[in-house]
């Protein structure tokens, strides 16, 4: 099933990547600035964040004397986080949301969600490009940055997909994960060091919320645009949970497709 739908999707890539284009222009389509906002907006973001948080409220890492330390844990964060987010929320509904067209579909249904995800990408990749010319202008964008952080990214994402594709799935049937999806984000979102820092949590708490998905993604991310002490073994509780996730996926995106489409 795996190896037949990437065959579809590769098939389609230029509907696929003509899909994309067109979501990023339409978004934009009837703003006077138009494609300008990708860049403005992310723009706007980043520096609010760091004159609010590093000039503004002087906030600081524990034993982090660097002005911007804390400007640039939250934007890796906080980026970060947007990113996944942004997938499993586009994602989860995208069967509801394209009902008539899936039943008429003459192209591989699954690239819906992944054109969505695409699209989730293209914004992730400008807004982290500000951020990382931003990190070169203060000396603290480094070689570990770049051949690391796309490992991070990498099993980000696939997180994001399959937890979407399942969820997408399951909202046919129930109606209520659609709901449900934000609020448990939000938990998720609090319970995961991003605006804090989990120096800042007690032992026992960091035990139990190193369990959460993105724990040690965010973890692994922090160190790495800080230059501190960072550690690949961070990768492999994500990995392996990635991984599970798009074997389940795969299996009930595949039993379940069937029914799914006789229900919408």
Excluded at 119 to 131: A, D, R, T
Excluded at 188 to 201: D, E, K, M, R
Excluded at 214 to 231: E, F, R, V
Aim: hydrophobic share 55%; glycine share 6%.
């Amino acid at each position: 099933m795996a190896v037949s739908s990437l065959r579809e999707l590769w098939r389609y890539r230029g509907f696929i990547r003509a899909s994309v284009q067109r979501e990023v222009q339409l978004k934009y389509k009837d703003s006077v600035l138009g494609l300008w906002w990708l860049i403005g907006s992310p723009l706007v973001m980043i520096l609010i964040y760091t004159l609010v948080f590093s000039r503004i409220m002087h906030s600081r890492l524990p034993d982090m004397d660097m002005a911007y330390a804390y400007s640039v844990y939250l934007c890796a964060g906080l980026l970060q986080w947007n990113l996944f987010a942004e997938i499993v929320g586009r994602t989860q509904s995208f069967v509801v949301e394209n009902a008539n067209l899936i039943k008429k579909a003459s192209f591989p249904v699954i690239s819906l969600p992944v054109i969505a995800s695409l699209g989730s990408l293209v914004n992730f990749g400008i807004i982290y490009g500000l951020f990382a010319l931003f990190m070169l202008s203060q000396g603290l964008f480094s070689l570990p940055i770049l051949l690391v952080y796309p490992l991070v990214l990498v099993v980000l994402v696939a997180m994001a997909f399959a937890a979407g594709i399942i969820l997408a799935v399951f909202n046919v049937f129930f109606r209520d994960i659609g709901q449900l999806v934000p609020l448990t984000l939000q938990l998720l979102f609090w319970a995961t060091p991003i605006v804090y820092p989990a120096s800042i949590l007690p032992e026992s708490a960091k035990a139990w919320l190193s369990w959460l998905p993105l724990y040690n993604l965010m973890t692994l991310s922090h160190q790495l645009h800080l230059g501190i002490a960072w550690s690949l073994q961070l990768l492999l509780y994500p990995l392996g949970l990635s991984a599970g996730l798009t074997v389940l996926a795969m299996t009930v995106y595949r039993r379940l497709y069937g029914d799914m489409l006789d229900e919408i």
